[in-house]
């Protein structure tokens, strides 16, 4: 196995940890994560006005799945594919790296003194990872 290659799966492990420890302790974050979202992201509110719960709850499950995929490459053509549509539903760019932040933040706030620095390095490696692709694909 490559370097990199270690880097990507330790670091999935540890988002997973991070992931584990805020489900067992605060159950579904969903509704505090767009909430955390709306607050920060100017415009995102409205755009999610007519959005039913299902939905929104559809769209962060797909967002959880690409922070835990283990190889993103085979994830290109799907996030090719969202943003273009993100792109139709009036999604500027900028609002992806707003959400990651507001997942982590959420994250982050309700573990408290249980969030580690290597959470942080975890987190950070596989945004940068998604928000390059996101970035390509726009
Ligand atoms: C990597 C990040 C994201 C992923 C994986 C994702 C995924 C999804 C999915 C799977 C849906 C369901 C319908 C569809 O397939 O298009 C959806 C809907 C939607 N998403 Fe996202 N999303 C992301 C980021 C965002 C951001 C940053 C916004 C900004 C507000 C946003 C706004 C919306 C809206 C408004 C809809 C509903 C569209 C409609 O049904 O009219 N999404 N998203």
Known sequence: MTSEKQICKNAIA???????QVAEASGDITPLVYADYFAHCEGSEYLMLDIEDREKGRMMDEVFRLLLVQELRPEKEYLRYETKNHQGYGVELEMYEKLFNSLQN????LLGSSW???????????????????????
Do not use: C, G, N, Y
């Not at 580690?116 to 726009?138: C, G, M, V, Y």
């Open 106 to 109: 959420t994250v982050k706030r």
């Open 14 to 20: 540890t988002i997973e940890r991070s992931l584990f």
């Open 116 to 138: 580690l620095p290597e959470f942080e390095e975890a987190w950070q490696f596989r945004i940068t990872e998604l928000l390059d692709i996101i970035k390509k694909s726009s």
